[in-house]
């Protein structure tokens, strides 16, 4: 009986895990004394809010597909909750996967920044006006 009831709860465990997934977080491009940023927003909780520590951004353009910024940081404890992440941004030890590019007016770029479990995406047109952070 014991071995049963052992199973029967491991099996409502991983049920109930694997039906659980960690919620995304928004990403608003915007402007900061003139210069583009990033916008994270906070994770709305039942209890509490969550606000993300990027742990990986990348910049990429659409079309044609290419990279124009890319940071790595892999230790949680070294990452801050972070508001507003300007482009091209120097964060002390963290890998740079590459460096910032100047963006061409007009292209389209996307942003994806993850925090190790949740992530947030956006996209933006180089140049075109964008709200203050």
């Known amino acids: 009986m014991r071995n049963l009831l052992a199973r029967l709860s491991a099996s409502i465990l991983v049920a109930t895990l694997a039906g ?14 003139g210069r583009l940023a990033f916008r994270i927003h906070e ?10 520590r990027p742990g990986l951004i990348v910049v990429q353009a ?3 597909a290419h990279a124009a910024w890319s940071v790595r940081k892999n230790s949680l404890e070294e990452r801050p909750p972070r508001k507003v992440i300007l482009y091209g941004q120097l ?15 007009g292209t389209k ?21 964008l ?3």
């Open 20 to 33: 659980c997934s960690l919620e995304g977080f928004e990403i608003t491009p915007c402007t900061a004394n």
């Open 43 to 52: 994770i709305g909780g039942w209890l509490w809010d969550y606000q993300p």
């Open 62 to 64: 659409w079309e044609p």
């Open 91 to 105: 964060f002390p030890e963290w890998e740079v996967e590459q460096r910032p590019h100047e963006l061409r007016p």
């Open 109 to 129: 770029y996307h942003i994806y920044i993850t925090d190790g479990g949740h992530s947030g995406s956006a996209d933006f047109v180089a140049g075109e006006p």
């Open 131 to 133: 709200p203050k952070c």
